[in-house]
């Protein structure tokens, strides 16, 4: 078979837009007449080594774009990191192929196998273009102004406080809520969105970029209960003392660990548990409530905001555009212009690979337990058009007949 032939993959955690970039690869690729199969690999970079691959060439447009707006990742994913070795029989598998263009969906581990892969391909000289596009609930890539996924992640926990707010103002009492968020706190942070009247909550919010000190955590929260009579506060699931041992590591005894040796903060509920037990037993406040939103965040299908599926579809699209017109691999990022506008750059794989980027001090209040108007500023364009908002009664007292 003559003409070019293109792999695509997705790599670990879904999103509610990760099928957009998928999506605008095949679709931007359809549109090269020089294109002549795109295939998917099943499971990421597992389903590569393993030759799991699946035709999409064949595939219907009107298919391709249900499957656009549907969260999670229709090629299905991996958590595997792969070092040289495995690296290496990626690409002998895409040499086998005779794939000339490589793309991974992913964070900046998914970053980093680009990385190898096109280092080697150059060694060995085979031509093939491998770019790396972006996808992270958490924010974290090095060199681009936001992630896609993040706005969506980040809309599903702006209205999930703003919920829990209103259920905490009628029933008052202590309510905590740890969001996903390891090293970076943008999705935690988005809790502050959820705000409309200076007394809502989250009335604090812990993020990993400040050590999380316990006496100071429970001094906070009998202040805010004795100001407010309630208290809603946002906790990233990395929040960690002083020499960065997770908090959730310290007060619990036994706690799972992923493939690379990390403590499992998701999906456990363990922290935000062992959290509203030391609120109950040190400040004696009968009424707390704790949630974990676990997975929820990452791939809620009824919320999922408009400017994050358009970028998403983008990325996808500048991928192939790059690699088809360009002589270079990298890593697509998404840049700021004007009050809110998108524009696009190839970065280089170094740029992004392996690194984590962290929110900026100038986004975090120097209270730690909030955000500023920075950070509001940078959040709400991204979080879409159509924000449902809250409302309170406007009540007009009346009178006391009985003298009690």
């Not at 549109?31 to 064949?58: K, P, S, W, Y």
């Not at 997975?295 to 009824?302: A, D, E, K, T, V």
């Amino acid at each position: 078979m003559t003409g070019t032939k293109i792999l695509v993959a997705q790599g670990g955690g879904p999103t509610a837009v990760i099928n957009q970039s998928l999506v605008g690869v095949v679709l931007e690729s359809r549109r090269h007449h020089e294109v002549a199969r795109v295939f998917g690999a099943h499971h990421g970079v597992r389903g590569i080594v393993n030759e799991d691959f699946v035709d999409l060439t064949q595939e219907t447009s009107h298919n391709l774009e249900l499957v656009a707006r549907t969260p999670a990742s229709a090629l299905g994913s991996t958590r595997d990191k792969p070092d040289l070795k495995y690296c290496q029989e990626i690409f002998r598998v895409l040499q086998a192929h005779e794939i000339q263009h490589f793309f991974y969906i992913g964070g900046n581990d998914s970053a980093d196998t680009v990385r190898i892969v096109s280092e080697e391909a150059h060694k060995a000289g085979y031509p093939m273009r491998c770019i790396h596009i972006p996808k992270t609930i958490d924010n974290d890539l090095v060199g681009c102004d936001h992630t896609p996924g993040f706005p969506s992640a980040a809309r599903f926990v702006a209205q999930a406080f703003a919920g829990a707010n209103l259920d905490n103002a009628a029933l008052p009492g202590v309510y905590l809520a740890v969001v996903m968020g390891r090293h970076a706190g943008f999705l935690t942070a988005a809790s502050a969105l959820g705000k409309k009247f200076p007394d809502d909550g989250p009335h604090l919010i812990y993020v990993p970029e400040r050590t999380f000190l316990l006496d100071k955590f429970l001094a906070d929260v009998k202040a805010m209960n004795e100001h407010h009579g309630r208290c809603v506060i946002a906790v990233s699931e990395g929040i960690h003392d002083a020499s960065g041992q997770p908090i959730a590591a310290q007060l619990a005894k036994d706690l799972e660990r992923d493939a690379h040796g990390n403590v499992q903060l998701s999906g456990s509920g363990a922290l935000a548990d062992l959290l509203c037990e030391e609120i109950k037993a040190k400040l004696g406040i009968k009424r707390v409530r704790g949630d974990t939103f676990g997975y929820l965040q990452r791939s809620f299908i009824g919320c999922v905001s408009d400017v994050d599926q358009r970028e998403a579809r983008e990325v996808g699209e500048k991928a192939v555009q790059y690699a088809m017109w360009g002589d270079r691999d990298g890593s697509v990022a998404i840049k700021r212009t004007g009050y809110y506008s998108a524009d696009y750059e190839l970065v280089p794989l170094s740029t992004v690979a392996g690194k984590t980027r962290v929110m900026e001090d100038e986004l975090i209040a120097p209270s730690g337990t909030d955000v500023t108007d920075a950070f509001r500023l940078y959040l709400r364009p991204l979080l879409g058009s159509d924000m449902p908002d809250a409302y309170r009664l406007r009540p007009a007292a009346v009178a006391k007949i009985l003298k009690r």
